[in-house]
């Protein structure tokens, strides 16, 4: 479980269990099937958004040289009220590391509270 905050609308990551530099790590030549269900909540003005995502993912992080891939990425559900277009949730990964990362986008000036539970299936190739 992924959890942070976001104050402005500038990508920022979150971690697990709201841990500093707490991340996922994939081994090379791996395979990743990841589901996300992922909700952002701004308490001051009542605006939520909620997304389930699918996504499949090539995490051969340090044989491709550019970082995990997304091969095919498919939004499920999205439930949303009074937030600004900009909300936005990525996953992505680290080369040197091979770190699954998480990062979120809120809107300028205002608090939103993160939460992402990513469920995680790998194979290795």
Do not use: C
Not at 33 to 53: E, M, N, Q
């Amino acid at each position: 479980m992924y959890k942070g905050q976001t104050t402005d609308d500038v990508r920022t990551p979150i971690f697990m269990n709201g841990i500093a530099n707490s991340q996922f790590f994939s081994g090379t030549k791996t395979v990743l099937g990841i589901r996300a269900d992922v909700i952002g909540v701004r308490k001051d003005a009542g605006s939520y958004y909620g997304h389930i995502l699918r996504e499949t993912i090539d995490a051969s992080f340090s044989e491709m040289g550019s970082g995990l891939r997304i091969n095919d990425r498919q939004t499920v559900v999205s439930q949303q009220k009074n937030h600004t277009a900009g909300w936005d949730i990525e996953i992505k990964g680290n080369v040197s590391t091979n770190e699954v990362i998480v990062e979120v986008k809120g809107e300028r000036s205002a608090t939103i509270d993160w939460i992402a539970t990513l469920y995680i299936t790998q194979i290795s190739i």
